[in-house]
């Protein structure tokens, strides 16, 4: 089992940048892939990026590419998300979710999830 913490969100002006951390407990972190997918008020959950279980192999959704930056440190059991150029569309609860190992764009492959950290960019 794995239990998953975000942190890192906050408020920040468009043209911004923030780092989100997401700290895994449990032995299956190492093999597992990571993903990062936002909620926006009122919208379905949505896919951002994701890192399969060596850390060689990510994939982005074309909103965010070029401007987050997903990465692991498995010694420190932690995937981060850098976000630089942030824009108001941005603004959403950003969640981590752990499954699978080549890392997903698809919510079901994701089998534990954190309790999400709220982003917001003003304009």
């Known amino acids: 089992q794995v239990q998953l913490v975000e942190s890192g969100g906050g408020l920040v002006r468009a043209g911004g940048s923030l780092r989100l951390s997401c700290a895994a407990s449990?032995?299956?972190?190492?093999?597992?892939?990571m993903g990062w997918f936002r909620q926006a008020p009122g919208k379905e959950r949505e896919f951002v990026a994701a890192?399969?279980?060596?850390?060689?192999?990510?994939i982005y959704a074309d909103s965010v590419k070029g401007r987050f930056t997903i990465s692991r440190d498995n010694a420190k059991n932690t995937v981060y998300l850098q976000m630089n150029s942030l824009k108001p569309e941005d603004t959403a609860v950003y969640y981590c979710?752990?499954?699978?190992?080549?890392?997903?764009?698809?919510?079901?492959?994701?089998?534990?999830w954190g309790q999400g950290t709220q982003v917001t960019v003003s304009s």
């Open positions: 449990g032995r299956t972190f190492r093999s597992s892939a």
């Open positions: 890192i399969s279980w060596t850390g060689r192999s990510t």
């Open positions: 979710g752990a499954g699978g190992t080549r890392g997903s764009a698809d919510l079901s492959n994701y089998d534990y």
